[in-house]
């Protein structure tokens, strides 16, 4: 999939999203306000008084409706066309019964109207993010070419998750049969999650001729016996948990058996973990009477997860240079998102536990210094553990270059360049196969580093100046391709340049996970071979001096070898003339 010109779109695809829209919009006018506002809030399934918005009414928090006038509450839930008051007016008193401590009771209830607590329960709530995977497939038909069967299910996930979410959350309320259009989207998740994931990132596989339309059958034929009341109302959770199951068992598939996939694939798994583990949290917390302040905004935030990692999946390669700047929006947030659980676990236990006067102040303040504290000392680390496990970045780029041009100065042999570049640019840059070849003065060529190849991948003497010929213009058009029997590992070629003269060639092939070089990291890897052009010139430098040093030492050792011996033996010839000139006098 690649992002091209905003081309204009055929009039499916502006009729889709619209009606889609027109869909959300009347859900979300009918929740927020056709619905009569009742002044308190009622669980689904179970039909407990889970808030109230008025001071006074006799409702409590806990009761549990029967009935409310003639209507009771299996009879209810068994009808999901029918609201509960679909026509209450304003202070008009309705007799509820309710269950509270045991007992059933009667209570006068005057509805209240339109209450500002009320209505910010319902603003407050999940259909916004609705709104926002509506956005997300919008963009998809619009931004992510080509037009191939991958966008369209791309597409379908998004849209197919914004009605469900949005129809969701007034279910409850039976209006506009808002239960039924959450029931039949979630049955259609069935086939469109699993389609979807077996041809995202990368195709599976050719699956049998039958799967997709037996899941597609399935999932439309579920759908029309929800509506027609055949099947059980709580039945559309067997699909859901299906799509959601058999995604997962996808995306972990992917990750054990395709290596190449294994960055996009931890990813979206991450990103699947980071957006339900709120939710079930907060339905964890709800379910054993646990304070969870906040908890819903924080499960809701965590859904922008989802379409932020396909989109990211998508159009890395062609972020160039922004793919930085996002990995580090990535770590922002998911730092956020953390921090604010932690917040949101930790403040209530303390607000429980401390009673003294001004004591939420206190724990205020104690908030605001505890997040200081964490992201002044914390912020780092985990940027770098997000960048190095999850997003697969063991170096920062700019790390990487500063790291390796301070190292330069201090390699001043071959053995110590090589070892740096082996053991820390290569690993962090996730490269799995490399030559470094330095071409000498003696016409001969000489390896250097040879990563993950055998000798019939090295390039001889004739492909060297062919390369050679081809990189030279690395700086402005760094990617070479290389096509032929050896050297068709080759991603791309960097000649090493000592002024107009090459000294060297570095070629890269495969690296992790899937064989791609960014624009930012060509610029990079250009500038890590000039760095390498000062570090083999400073080395070649080095190794004449030493070279010199060493000759003229071992002349001047000769020399004194040579005035030893002459020293030595003139001085033995005259001795022994001496001692036969005294004997004989």
């Known amino acids: 999939m690649l992002m091209g010109r ?56 806990g009761d549990r409706i029967i009935s409310s006038e003639d209507l009771g509450w299996e009879a209810y839930q068994a ?46 709530s999940i259909w916004p993010y609705g709104f ?5 497939g919008t963009l998809t038909l619009l931004l992510v070419r080509p037009r191939s069967h991958h966008r369209s299910l791309l597409a379908a996930f998004f849209y197919i998750t ?39 990132p990368q195709r599976m596989g050719k699956a049998p001729a039958w799967t997709w339309p037996v899941l597609y059958g399935a999932g439309v034929l579920g759908a029309a ?84 990692a396909y989109f990211y999946v998508i159009y890395r390669r062609q972020l160039g240079g922004l793919e930085f700047r996002a990995n580090r929006v990535i770590s922002i947030y998911l730092y956020l998102l953390i921090l604010l659980l932690a917040l949101l676990l930790l403040i209530p236990a303390f607000n429980t536990s401390i009673r003294f006067p001004e004591a939420e102040l206190g724990i205020v303040i104690g908030a605001v210094l505890f997040t200081a504290l964490v992201t002044v000392f914390g912020f780092g680390r985990f940027q770098r553990f997000v960048e190095r496990r999850l997003l697969n970045m063991p170096l920062p780029p700019e790390h990487l270059l500063t790291s390796f041009a301070g190292k330069i100065a201090t390699s001043l042999t071959i053995e110590n360049l090589l070892q740096v570049l082996d ?14 070849i330095s071409c000498g003065e003696d016409n001969h060529v000489h390896v250097l580093i040879e990563q ?32 032929g029997r050896t050297l068709s590992w080759v991603r791309m070629a960097f000649a090493i340049m000592a002024g107009e003269k090459a000294i060297g060639l ?52 000769n020399e004194r070898a040579r005035l030893a011996l002459e020293l030595h033996d003139d001085a033995l010839n005259r001795f022994a003339e001496l001692k036969t000139l005294v004997v004989e006098k």
């Open 79 to 124: 009808n999901l066309h029918e609201p509960l008051h679909p026509e209450a007016r304003f202070m008009e008193s309705v007799q509820i019964e309710i269950e509270r401590g045991g007992a059933s009771q009667l209570v006068e209830w005057a509805m209240p109207g339109f209450t500002n607590a009320e209505f910010g329960s319902r603003l407050l």
């Open 132 to 136: 926002v995977f509506w956005l997300a």
């Open 452 to 483: 993950g190849l055998n000798p019939k991948q090295v390039p001889d003497r004739a492909q060297i100046d062919k390369l050679l010929k081809q990189a030279n213009g690395a700086a402005k058009a760094p990617k070479l391709q290389v096509r």
């Open 162 to 200: 914004a009605i469900w979410l949005v129809a969701g959350n007034f279910s409850r309320m039976h209006v506009l049969e808002s239960a039924f259009v959450m029931r039949a989207a979630l049955w259609m998740t069935l086939p469109i999650y699993l389609h979807f994931h077996w041809n995202f």
């Open 423 to 436: 053991e820390e640019i290569l690993p962090s840059l996730l490269i799995r196969q490399s030559a470094l």
């Open 506 to 557: 570095w070629l890269l092939g495969e690296r992790d996970p899937d064989d791609y070089y960014s624009q930012a990291e060509a610029v990079l890897l250009a500038s890590l071979a000039d760095q390498m052009a000062i570090a083999l010139a400073n080395i070649a430098q080095a190794t004449r001096l030493r070279a010199l040093y060493q000759l003229d030492i071992d002349q001047q050792e």
């Open 225 to 308: 016996l929800q509506w027609t009341d055949v099947l059980s109302h709580e039945v559309y959770a067997v699909p859901f948990g299906l799509a959601v199951l058999g995604c997962a068992s996808i995306l972990l598939f992917r990750y054990a058996r395709r290596p190449a996939e294994r960055r996009e694939t931890r990813l979206l798994l991450a990103a699947a973990l980071i957006a339900l583990f709120p939710a079930l949290l907060t339905a964890v917390a709800a379910n054993l009477g646990l304070p969870m302040p906040f908890g819903l905004q924080l499960a809701l935030y965590s859904l922008i997860a989802l379409p932020g």
């Open 6 to 61: 905003l081309r204009s779109p055929n009039f499916a695809e502006i009729l889709l999203p619209i009606s889609i829209l027109v869909l959300l919009a009347a859900y979300t006018y009918a929740g927020l306000v056709l619905f009569p506002y009742l002044g308190f809030q009622f669980g689904r399934t179970s039909g407990e008084i889970n808030d109230v918005f008025v001071a006074e009414g006799g409702l409590r928090l």
